[in-house]
């Protein structure tokens, strides 16, 4: 059974770090496209960022580049997010995806959201 489990988030202050994890079972992220979605409350889903198969490709949104790091363990079958100087408007609720087909570019995949598998969310609340 294909399965993603989101974990690591919760309540930051501003300026803080928090690192998600995902964790796959059921099939293999070595060979997925992956990324990390959000929506806040009233407001489109959002790809923060998202990676090709082999990481050649790396996208990450305007809002969170240079602060969010994207990667993966091939080896524990788990995807990261690395998120540092959070600020309030990065509130929100985080989901790890994938996408074991195509080959497109990474920002295809972040931008229409195309991902086979999804996880149910942790939600990340940046506040004082």
């Known amino acids: 059974q294909v399965q993603l489990v989101e974990s690591g988030g919760g309540l930051v202050q501003p300026g803080g770090s928090l690192r998600l994890s995902c964790a796959a079972s059921?099939?293999?992220?070595?060979?997925?496209?992956i990324g990390w979605f959000r929506q806040a409350p009233g407001k489109e889903r959002e790809g923060v960022s998202c990676?090709?198969?082999?990481?050649?490709?790396?996208y990450y949104g305007d809002s969170v580049k240079g602060r969010f790091t994207i990667s993966r363990d091939n080896a524990k079958n788990m995807v990261y997010l690395q998120m540092n100087s959070l600020k309030p408007e990065d509130t929100a609720d985080y989901y790890c995806?994938?996408?074991?087909?195509?080959?497109?570019?990474?920002?295809?995949?972040?931008?229409?959201?195309?991902?086979?598998?999804w996880g149910k969310g942790t939600l990340v609340n940046v506040s004082s």
């Open positions: 995806a994938a996408n074991p087909r195509g080959a497109y570019s990474s920002s295809y995949y972040c931008k229409l959201g195309n991902m086979d598998y």
């Open positions: 059921g099939f293999s992220l070595s060979y997925s496209n």
């Open positions: 990676s090709t198969k082999n990481g050649g490709s790396i």
